[in-house]
Structure formats: structure tokens, C-alpha cells
């Protein structure tokens, strides 16, 4: 079984920046992607960021250039750098982790961490 945590959350003021954290624990395929979404109160859970297996990377217009997705294979962790962050990024992080053997697709999510964006 697969287990993801998500850390590193917390309140901040606008343009201030945080790391989350996702460890991954137990039969993890190596050539996985790695997500990162997020769900705010009263809205629908959103891709923040993505990297694939070879180190791609994927980000939507309303972080590129503010968030950054990497990886280390060897801790088996994956990490969210979110700089400049704004109040519309306050929401609930999820890390995401998903394969697929022939196929059977493997899917799994973390519990989330709260980002809070205010002054």
C-alpha cells in the first residue's frame, strides 16, 4: 500500500513563500507522476503543478512562474516551492502519485495541508 504525506503548510502574507512536502512510502513504481493540486472552500480541486517520471514539468497559467515542482527519487519525496504566493492561492494542497502497468492505472492522494494566504 501507498502511502503519501503532505507537509509544510501553514498561514503566510501575501508575497511571502512556503515548501510543501509529499514523502511517499511503500511499493511506489518508479516511473511515476507526481502531482500537485488544490481545493479551495466552495470550489472544485485544481492541478497546480506536474512532473513526470523524466523530469517535465507542468504548470497552469495561474502559478507558472511563481511555483515550482521537483522530486528526489532517492527520499522518495516531491516538494512544491510556491513563491509570491497571493490570497487565491489559500486552498487545501493534495499530493498526488500515478502509474500505470499495461492496464491498471495506480492511483493515489495524500490527506492535503492548508496553505493560508492573508494578512
Known amino acids: 500500500q501507498v502511502q503519501l504525506v503532505e507537509s509544510g503548510g501553514g498561514l503566510v502574507q501575501p508575497g511571502e513563500s512556503l515548501r510543501l512536502s509529499c514523502a511517499a512510502s511503500g511499493s511506489i513504481f518508479s516511473r511515476n507522476t507526481m502531482s500537485w493540486y488544490r481545493q479551495a472552500p466552495g470550489k472544485e480541486r485544481e492541478l497546480v503543478a506536474r ?5 517535465n514539468t507542468y504548470y497552469p497559467d495561474s502559478v507558472k512562474g ?54
Do not use: H
Not at 512532473?51 to 523530469?55: A, D, E, K, V
Not at 509570491?84 to 489559500?90: A, F, R, V
Open 51 to 55: 512532473i513526470y517520471s523524466g523530469g
Open 66 to 119: 511563481r511555483f515550482t515542482i521537483s522530486r528526489d527519487n532517492t527520499k522518495n519525496t516531491g516538494y512544491l516551492q510556491m513563491n509570491s504566493l497571493k490570497p487565491e492561492d489559500t486552498a487545501i494542497y493534495y499530493c498526488n502519485i500515478n502509474w500505470a502497468i499495461l492496464s491498471q492505472r495506480y492511483d493515489y492522494w495524500g490527506r492535503g495541508t492548508q496553505v493560508t494566504v492573508s494578512s
